[in-house]
C-alpha cells in the first residue's frame, strides 16, 4: 500500500501545508507498512532526491520525531516524489484508489475490497488530495480505477485524519 499525497494547494511555492501533509504521513506510513508518495510538489531544484527532501523537510519540522520516520522512510526505498500525473498514476505504485467523500457510484470501493486486492497480491495507492479543495473531479478522479469512502457515509474528514483513517480501516480488515 502506498499513501500519495497529491498537491491541490500551490503550484510553485513549497508552503507549510506541504510540509505538514509529508511530516504527518510518514508516521503513518511506517505504522501501516506503506510507502510514501507525492505528487507535484514544489520542491526546490536542488532536492533531486527523496533522500535530499528528507533530510531538507527533517530539519524544518518538529513532527514526526522530527523528520526521521521520512528519513526512516527515504532510507529504506519507501519514500518517492513524482510529477503531476497526466495520464495516469505511476502504475509501479499499485492500483490507483481515489479517496473522496463523493465516489463514482460505478467506482466504489470499501476497505474490505480494498483489503482483499493486496491479501491477493495486488498493491494499492491511496490518494489524498491536498488543498481546501480536494482532488479535481474531472482531472483525477478518472485516473483511479477505484474510489474509496472511508467513511462509507459521504462524510468529509480533514486531511490528516483521513489519511491516518484510511489505512488503519484497511489493515483492520486485513488482519481478519
Known sequence: M????????DRV?????HRRAIARSAPVALAFDANLA???FPYAKDLQTPAEIAAWLSGTTSIGESGKYLRDLAQLGRFQAFDFPKRGFPPQ???AVITT????????????LLAGLL???TSVLLVFGLGPRG?????????????????????????ATAIGAA???????LRR
Do not use: C, M, Q, W
Open 2 to 9: 502506498t499513501l500519495g499525497l497529491f498537491n491541490s494547494y
Open 13 to 17: 511555492r513549497f508552503a507549510e501545508a
Open 38 to 40: 507525492t505528487f507535484g
Open 93 to 95: 505504485l499499485g492500483e
Open 101 to 112: 467523500n463523493r465516489p463514482d457510484p460505478k467506482k466504489a470501493a470499501d476497505a474490505r
Open 119 to 121: 491479501k491477493h497480491g
Open 135 to 159: 482532488l479535481d473531479d474531472r482531472d483525477v478522479y478518472p485516473l483511479a480505477r477505484y474510489h474509496f469512502d472511508l467513511t462509507g457515509r459521504g462524510l468529509v474528514l480533514e486531511t
Open 167 to 173: 489505512p488503519a480501516l484497511i489493515a483492520a480488515h
